[in-house]
C-alpha cells in the first residue's frame, strides 16, 4: 500500500473538510431555526474571503507585509467573522423576515435571488479576475517561503502537515468547542434551541424571537467568515463566483449529516472533504463532484434524515 | 374625522380598519377605482380564450411585418423562454416543488438533439423521432432524478435538483473524456468545453427549416402545441390533485391521493417540456455548449415565472415577454439608461403622494447634484473632470450633476454600495425620514449607474434578475397575473 499517497489524501480531505463543515454548521443553524436553506449563505462565504483579501492587501500584499503573521490572521479573521456576520444579518433582516410565515417556496426563491444578487454585485465591484492570498510568500522580513508552509511536522509516510494546515484544524476545533458551548450552555442558545423547537411557544415564553434569529444568522454567517480565510492561506483563490460552489458542497455536507443537527453537519463535511479528496486520489480529479453526488443520493435513499438526524415528526 | 362622516352618512364607505371595511375588501378590490378601474373592468370582460388568440396573431405577424434578423431572433429566445417557463410552472406552480436543476433538462434535450444529429457521433436521425425519443428520455431523466429524495420534501428535492444541475455542467463540460472509474481510456461524448458544433437543422416531413422565421414560426407551434396540454392537463383530475398537493400534501394525502406518484408525474412532465425546448435551442444554433445550460438561465427562467406569477399561464407568456425585452434592451447602455430613468420615475408616481411632495424629491434632487458638483470641483476640477458611461445629449446633461473623475471605477463601486445601503435603509424609516433620505439615494442611483453600472451592461442585467426576485417575493410574491393565495392558519 502507498502510504504517502494515503496519508497525504487524509490530510488534504480533513482541511478541506473542515472548511466544508464550518460552512454547513452556518445551512444548519439557519435551517434549524427557520426550515429555510439559505441559498446565500456561500456567497456570505465569499464576501469573507474578500474581506481577508482586502485586509491583506491594505498591509502591503502578500510579498511585502508590513505586520506579523499572527496579527495579520487575528485581524483577517475578525474583520472577515464581523463583516460575514454583519451582512448575514441584513440578508436576513431585508430579505427573509418579512417572508417568515410565506408558503415555503417564496423564501427559498427568495435565497436564491439573493445570492445572484450577491454573486453578481461582487463580480461587479471586485472583477471576474482570480485573485490569490499566496500565503506562501507571507513573511514580513524576507522573501522566500512563508512561515506559514515552513514550519511543520512530518507525518508517517514522509507526508507534511504544515502550520497553515495544521491552523485550519485547531481553528475548527476550538470554533467548534466554541459553538457547542454557545448552543448548549448559554442563555442565548438554550433560547434559539427553543426557537427551533417551536418558535411561536418561544414567543409566549418571552423569548425576543427577531433577535434570537438575528443572532443565529450572525453566528451562522460569521462561521463562514472564518472557513473563508481558512480557505484563503490553505488554497489561495478567490474569485466572485467561488461562493456558489462552496454552498453547494456546504449544504449537501449538511444534509449528508442531517440538517438542523450541529454534530450532523461537522460529520458531513469532513466525510465530503474525504471523500473528495480520496476521489481525487484514487480515482479521477474531475468527477469528484459527481462522487459526493453518489453519496448525497445513496443518503437521501437509505437514511432519508441524514447519517445522524433524528426522524422528523410531522405536526398537524 | 372618518367616524364622523359614517355616523352622518351610513350609506358612505366605512371607516378605514373596521369589520365592515373588512369584509367588503373584496368587493372594493374588484371594482377598482378611477381611470384604473375602469379599464381594470374592460380587461376581466375578454374572454381569457381571446387573450391566447390575441397572443398568437400578435406572434404571428411579427415575422410579416419585420425582416430584421435581430427582431425576429429575439422573438424566437422569448419563445424558447416562454416554453422554459411552462415547463417550470408544471413544476413550481401547479404542484409547488422547487426544481433546481431545471435548465439541466434543457440541456439535456439540447445534448441529446445534438448527438443524434450531428457529425459527434455522425449520426442523422430523422427529427420527428428524435423529437419524441429525446422528450420522452428528458422527462424519464427527471423521473429518477426526483426518486430518491424519497417523499420529495421540498428542500431535499431542492438540494438534489441543484447538485444535479451543477453536476450536468461539470459532465458536460468534461465529457471529452470520460472514463469508466478511471480504467478505461477517455471516451469523448459531448467534447467537452468546446461543444456540439455543426448540428442539423429540423427537417420536417422532407422539408428541410433553413431560415430564421421558419425556426420562429415552429417555436410558435410548439408553444402553442405545449400550452394546450398544459392548459388541458391542469384542468383534468391530475391537474386538481397537483393544485391541492401544492395547498396542502398532507390534507391531499388523507383524501386519498397518491401523492409521491403525481409529484414524480409533475416533475417529469416539467422535465420533458424542458427536453423538448432543448431540441429547438440546439437545432437552431446548430451548436450545443455546457455554460448555455448553468446558473444565470436558471434564474433567468425563475425571475420570469416569478414575475408572470406561478401558476399562472398568461403570467407566463407575459414574464418571458418582459423579462427577455428587458434583457435585450439592457444590452445598449444609452437604451438601458431611458429604461432605468422611467422605471425610478414610474415607480416614484406611484408610490409618492402627494404630488407635491414628488414634485419637492425630484427638485432636491437636481438642486443636490448642482451643490455636490460645484463644492467637488471647487475643491478640486481633477476630481469631476472624467465622463460616465451615458454619451450623447443626455450623458453631457448629466455630466453637470455628476462629479466623476477620470477613472470612475472606485468611486462608482462605492456609490453602488452605498446605493444598495441606501435603498435597503428606505425600507425601514418612517416618511418623514423617507422624504429626506429619497434624493440623496435617488443621486446615488443615478451615479451609480452612470459611473459604474452602465459600463457593465453584462452584469448589471444579472444584478438586476437578482433584485426582481427579491422585490417580488417581498411585494407581490403571486406576480404579475398570479392569484392571491389565502394562506389558512
Not at chain 1, 489561495?236 to 454552498?247: H, K, L, N, R, S
Not at chain 2, 435538483?161 to 472514463?179: A, C
Request: aromatic residues 12%; glycine residues 10%; proline residues 3%.
Amino acid at each position: 500500500m502507498n502510504w504517502n499517497l494515503f496519508v497525504s489524501e487524509l490530510v488534504a480531505g480533513t482541511v478541506h473538510g473542515c472548511v466544508y463543515a464550518l460552512i454547513a454548521l452556518g445551512y444548519s443553524m439557519v435551517y434549524g431555526i427557520l426550515k429555510l436553506l439559505n441559498f446565500a449563505h456561500g456567497d456570505v462565504y465569499m464576501v469573507g474571503s474578500f474581506i481577508g483579501f482586502g485586509i491583506l492587501t491594505v498591509f502591503g500584499g502578500a510579498t511585502a507585509l508590513s505586520i506579523p503573521i499572527w496579527l495579520l490572521l487575528v485581524i483577517m479573521f475578525a474583520a472577515a467573522m464581523l463583516g460575514g456576520g454583519l451582512l448575514g444579518v441584513g440578508i436576513e433582516r431585508f430579505a427573509y423576515r418579512r417572508l417568515r410565515d410565506a408558503p415555503r417556496i417564496a423564501p427559498l426563491i427568495t435565497a436564491l435571488g439573493v445570492s445572484f444578487f450577491l454573486e453578481n454585485a461582487a463580480l461587479l465591484i471586485v472583477g471576474a479576475e482570480y485573485q490569490s492570498f499566496n500565503s506562501f510568500s507571507w513573511n514580513p522580513n524576507s522573501s522566500g517561503v512563508g512561515q506559514l508552509w515552513a514550519i511543520g511536522i512530518t507525518l508517517p509516510g514522509n507526508v507534511r502537515l504544515s502550520l497553515a494546515q495544521m491552523i485550519v484544524i485547531a481553528g475548527t476545533v476550538v470554533l467548534m468547542l466554541a459553538l457547542t458551548y454557545f448552543v448548549g450552555r448559554t442563555q442565548l442558545g438554550r433560547a434559539m434551541r427553543a426557537v427551533s423547537f417551536d418558535r411561536q411557544a418561544a414567543d409566549m415564553m418571552g423569548i425576543d424571537v427577531n433577535r434570537v434569529i438575528a443572532v443565529t444568522f450572525f453566528v451562522g454567517s460569521a462561521l463562514a467568515g472564518a472557513a473563508a480565510i481558512f480557505n484563503g492561506i490553505v488554497y489561495q483563490q478567490v474569485w466572485a463566483y467561488m461562493g456558489f460552489q462552496a454552498g453547494l458542497k456546504g449544504f449537501t455536507a449538511a444534509v449528508i449529516g442531517g440538517i438542523g443537527n450541529l454534530p450532523g453537519a461537522v460529520l458531513g463535511g469532513l466525510l465530503l472533504g474525504l471523500a473528495e479528496s480520496f476521489t481525487q486520489g484514487y480515482v479521477s480529479t474531475t468527477f469528484s463532484d459527481a462522487m459526493v453526488f453518489v453519496i448525497l443520493i445513496a443518503v437521501m435513499i437509505f437514511r432519508p434524515n441524514g447519517l445522524i438526524g433524528k426522524p422528523a415528526l410531522a405536526k398537524v | 374625522m372618518a367616524t364622523g362622516d359614517s355616523e352622518a352618512a351610513p350609506t358612505t364607505q366605512p371607516a378605514i380598519g373596521v369589520d365592515e371595511w373588512v369584509a367588503s375588501h373584496d368587493a372594493r378590490r374588484d371594482r377598482g377605482v378611477g381611470p384604473v378601474g375602469t379599464a381594470q373592468r374592460a380587461v376581466d370582460r375578454v374572454p381569457k380564450l381571446g387573450w391566447y388568440v390575441a397572443f398568437t396573431l400578435a406572434a404571428a405577424m411579427v415575422p410579416l411585418v419585420t425582416s430584421n434578423g435581430y427582431i425576429i431572433r429575439v422573438g424566437f429566445d422569448t419563445l424558447i423562454y416562454m416554453l422554459l417557463a411552462l415547463g417550470l410552472n408544471i413544476v413550481v406552480g401547479f404542484a409547488g416543488l422547487l426544481d433546481l436543476g431545471y435548465v439541466a433538462f434543457f440541456g439535456f434535450g439540447a445534448y441529446g438533439y445534438a448527438m443524434l444529429s450531428s457529425s459527434q457521433f455522425h449520426q442523422r436521425w430523422p427529427t420527428v423521432s428524435v423529437l419524441i425519443l429525446v422528450t420522452l428520455a428528458t422527462a424519464a431523466l427527471g423521473f429518477i432524478v426526483a426518486l430518491p429524495s424519497r417523499r420529495l420534501i421540498g428542500d431535499y428535492l431542492a438540494i438534489v435538483t441543484l447538485f444535479f444541475g451543477q453536476l450536468f455542467v461539470t459532465v458536460t463540460n468534461n465529457g471529452d473524456r470520460i472514463t469508466i472509474l478511471g480504467f478505461t481510456r477517455g471516451y469523448n461524448i459531448t467534447n467537452g468545453p468546446n461543444g456540439i458544433a455543426d448540428v442539423a437543422p429540423f427537417s420536417i416531413f422532407g422539408h428541410q427549416l433553413e431560415t430564421l422565421e421558419s425556426y420562429y414560426y415552429v417555436a410558435l407551434i410548439f408553444f402553442l402545441v405545449v400550452l394546450s396540454a398544459v392548459y388541458l392537463v391542469n384542468n383534468s383530475r391530475t391537474g386538481r390533485s397537483w393544485r391541492s398537493i401544492r395547498e396542502d400534501s398532507l390534507a391531499a394525502e388523507l383524501m386519498g391521493m397518491p401523492v409521491n406518484r403525481l409529484k414524480l408525474y409533475a416533475f417529469a412532465f416539467g422535465a420533458g417540456v424542458a427536453g423538448l425546448t432543448g431540441t429547438l435551442f440546439a437545432s437552431l444554433n446548430t451548436a450545443v455548449f455546457s455554460s448555455d445550460f448553468d446558473t444565470p438561465t436558471l434564474i433567468t427562467v425563475y425571475a420570469i415565472l416569478i414575475l408572470g406569477g406561478a401558476g399562472s399561464l398568461g403570467g407566463v407568456i407575459l414574464g418571458a415577454l418582459v423579462v427577455n425585452v428587458t434583457l435585450e434592451v439592457l444590452r445598449t447602455p444609452n437604451h438601458a439608461t431611458w429604461i432605468f430613468f422611467t422605471l425610478i420615475l414610474a415607480t416614484l408616481i406611484a408610490k409618492l403622494r402627494p404630488w407635491w411632495v414628488l414634485g419637492a424629491v425630484i427638485v432636491s434632487t437636481f438642486v443636490l447634484g448642482l451643490v455636490v458638483n460645484a463644492v467637488v470641483t471647487a475643491i478640486n476640477a481633477e476630481w469631476a473632470s472624467g465622463h460616465g458611461a451615458v454619451r450623447g445629449e443626455l450623458g453631457r446633461w448629466l455630466d453637470r450633476f455628476l462629479p466623476i473623475p477620470p477613472d470612475p471605477m472606485k468611486v462608482g463601486n462605492w456609490a453602488f454600495i452605498a446605493l444598495v445601503a441606501g435603498v435597503l435603509a428606505l425600507t425601514v424609516v418612517r416618511t418623514l425620514w423617507r422624504n429626506l433620505l429619497l434624493p440623496v439615494v435617488l443621486y446615488l442611483a443615478i451615479y451609480a449607474w452612470d459611473a459604474r453600472l452602465a459600463f457593465e451592461p453584462s452584469i448589471t442585467r444579472l444584478i438586476m434578475i437578482g433584485v426582481i426576485l427579491i422585490v417580488l417575493m417581498n411585494a407581490r410574491p403571486q406576480g404579475l397575473l398570479g392569484e392571491t393565495r389565502v394562506e389558512i392558519v
